[in-house]
């Protein structure tokens, strides 16, 4: 008997239909709430989130702006592109998909962007408030998580917790996250003696390590919650299939409740994205 699935899929549809109500709310004051997407560059998969990211804007009702450049574009263009964006009254949340192209700086690009209309939460200021306990914008894809193990009752305070990876746009805001809810919180990545040892430890186990099916049934202490952020495309020989950092059949097999990919954490990511946008519609109709 395996674990029982976390749908991520159903929840994130549930969440957008309240988010319809808080846009057609916000849209009778005169405050449409507004997302910008900026891409740059010609990579496949990031044309297929931002395309993703925009259609889902227009199904709750959410104005969205779609700004291509070549990917040999001045970092001096997008700069002012965004300077000009935060300066927009109608546009309430600005979003660089990343990568980018390697000649331009990734951080001086993203402190660029207004604070106020951060709603990837990556700006310095929103990662400081979040450290502090005092979240505005929060990164959407441990935002996500975090909402999957409320709907799903997963009580958090007190229990052992460990985020395999430490990137800036899951990891390290997941185990923020996490500490804020009271768990003990252990960060695992490349440098860590005996991973397993510690995954196996935990009650809940975030992989966002960027490994195909790196977490493997052994590395899971039974009943732990497994949740799975990575998304890898498999080689062609083994089947070209898209996969997570968890060995998902093995592993729902020992877990009480997991994750899938794809379905799981993906869907609540954008889901969240449009959630930051209308809070900062909302943040910005009350001033």
């Known amino acids: 008997m395996g674990g029982r699935l976390i749908d991520g899929k159903a929840l994130a549809e549930e969440l957008r239909e309240t988010f319809k109500t808080r846009v057609e709310a916000l849209a009778a004051r005169g405050h449409r709430p507004g997302l910008a997407v900026i891409l740059a560059g010609e990579d496949p998969a990031s044309q297929v989130y931002v395309r993703n990211k925009v259609g889902a804007c227009e199904a709750v009702g959410i104005f969205s702006l779609k700004i291509d450049y070549p990917a040999d574009?001045?970092?001096e263009t997008l700069l002012a592109k965004i300077?000009?964006?935060?300066?927009d009254p109608a546009i309430h949340g600005i979003l660089v998909q990343l990568p980018l192209p390697t000649h331009i700086?990734?951080?001086t690009v993203l402190e660029t962007i207004s604070p106020e209309k951060d709603v990837d939460g990556f700006h310095a200021v929103n990662i400081g408030a979040l450290t502090q306990g005092n979240p505005r914008f929060?990164?959407?894809t441990p935002y996500g998580v975090m909402k999957m193990l409320e709907a799903n009752q997963v009580s958090l305070a007190g229990k052992e917790a460990v985020v395999i990876g430490r990137s800036n746009i899951a990891g390290k805001p997941m185990a923020l996250l996490l500490l804020n809810a009271s768990a003990t919180v252990t960060v695992c990545h490349s440098k860590t003696r005996d991973l397993a040892a510690h995954a196996r430890?935990?009650?809940?186990?975030?992989?966002?390590v960027g490994k195909p099916r790196f977490v493997t049934a052994d590395m899971v202490k039974p009943g732990a919650v497994v949740i799975d952020v990575g998304i890898n495309r498999l080689s062609a020989e083994a089947g070209g299939k898209l996969c997570g950092d968890v060995d998902f059949e093995a592993v729902k097999e020992v877990a009480s409740l997991i994750t899938p990919v794809p379905g799981g954490v993906g869907p609540m990511t954008i889901t969240m994205l449009l959630a930051n946008t209308i809070e900062a519609a909302e943040r910005r109709a009350e001033t």
């Open 105 to 107: 700086n990734e951080e």
């Open 138 to 140: 929060i990164p959407c």
């Open 201 to 208: 430890r935990a009650d809940i186990l975030v992989a966002a």
């Open 83 to 87: 300077a000009e964006l935060n300066a």
């Open 73 to 75: 574009v001045p970092q």
